[in-house]
């Protein structure tokens, strides 16, 4: 009798597990997107909530008016609140083409981010006529260049060191060809800009190793190793990183520089070539630090949230600094801004000894 009492409960048990795996296997996730119609906010237990109601403008169920409730959480990515006429994505969850629920997913944002890149656009023309249209296609250029070329390679498991190089070539002569054309002027900022950028790479390299960094510090870094197959270098692609994101200080130098050295032998055509060269590094002094201290800023600025969350635990400054993502940031930053002040000599030397 015991066993089969036994015997059915194993039976029930796997019945419930068949059941419980169909429903799973038949149930569908869409993303959509959808307007907000109306809104009510209530409490339940001491948190906001609003009772949302929406038109589905895509898919299956476009044009269904839908209700649900939005649970708005403090400190989270949800702690949004829906108004009137906001376009937002929302899940939809379906059983046998059938809805059964919906949840808030995401604001819809690529419109006024639209705006603002024909607003930057229209600016660019209007202040640098067909030189600005000129730096937007080079920008155009940069964002392939990282899309097509760069990004497939590392999939593909190129080297690191020969992927970067070769996606800042290309980034550093498409650039300055469409700006300044086929000249002198252009084939001393080009290299200038690779010298001092592959400075910062080298030295990049060599304290990251020391260091002992495995690239895989950032919170997004981990959902790319956790979440995805991808077989890359990790620590190469920290290192490519931070070579790509010194570029664009460095080709600002570098032109700034090459561009004043040729003014001055435009104007006085028996300039020495010492002469040129310290008037090279002497604008070069005006411009270290503002650029220097736009490097520093711009990294210190996206490890700001990890810098309070420090501060607030009252670790001690020898802690921070041996932190792995802190003290990749600051390899960035230095490394970076070490190669931005070698391209000052580098440049002015390249410039002063080939005008003429």
């Known amino acids: 009798m015991l066993k089969k009492v036994c015997l059915i409960i194993v039976l029930l048990i796997f019945c419930d597990w068949l059941t419980a795996n169909a429903i799973a296997v038949n149930k569908e996730y869409t993303k959509v997107k959808a307007v907000v119609l109306e809104e009510v906010v209530i409490q339940q237990n001491e948190a906001s909530v609003q009772s949302v109601k929406v038109r589905i403008l895509e898919g299956e169920f476009k044009d269904s008016v839908i209700q649900f409730n939005h649970r708005l959480i403090e400190g989270s990515k949800y702690n949004i609140q ?75 498991g190129y080297n690191f060191i020969l992927s970067t190089v ?3 070539s ?22 200038g800009t690779i010298g001092g950028t592959i400075v910062s790479g080298i030295l990049a390299v060599l304290f990251g190793n020391l260091i002992q960094l495995t690239g895989i510090s950032d919170e997004t870094v981990q959902m790319l190793v956790t979440q995805t197959n991808l077989n890359i270098d990790y620590r190469g692609l920290l290192y490519s990183g931070i070579t790509i994101g010194v570029l664009g200080a460095v080709m600002d130098v570098s032109m700034t520089i090459t561009s004043v050295v040729f003014e001055i032998k435009k104007t006085n055509k028996k300039v020495r070539i010492s002469t040129l060269f310290f008037s090279g590094l002497s604008v070069g002094k005006d411009i270290m630090a503002t650029m220097t201290n736009t490097l520093i800023l711009a990294y210190a600025g996206t490890s700001l949230p990890l810098l309070f969350l420090f501060a607030v635990g009252e670790m001690t400054l020898v802690d921070i ?22 391209t000052i000599p580098i440049t002015s030397l390249i410039a002063a000894t080939n005008n003429n």
């Open 82 to 156: 829906l108004v009137e006429n906001m376009k937002v994505f929302v899940q939809l969850t379906t059983e046998n083409n059938q809805l059964i629920s919906i949840a808030f997913l995401e604001v819809v944002r690529d419109g006024y981010l639209l705006i603002l890149l024909i607003l930057f656009f229209a600016l660019l023309i209007l202040f640098g006529g067909f030189k600005g249209f000129r730096s937007f296609i080079a920008l155009i250029i940069t964002g392939l260049c990282l899309v097509k070329i760069f990004m497939p390679m590392i999939i593909q």
């Open 170 to 191: 290309i980034i550093v002569i498409a650039s300055f060809i469409l700006i300044s054309g086929f000249s002198k002027k252009s084939l001393c900022a080009i290299l």
């Open 166 to 168: 070769l996606v800042c």
């Open 321 to 342: 600094v041996n932190t792995q993502y802190i003290a990749s940031e600051i390899i960035r930053s230095l490394c970076g801004s070490i190669g931005l002040l070698l």
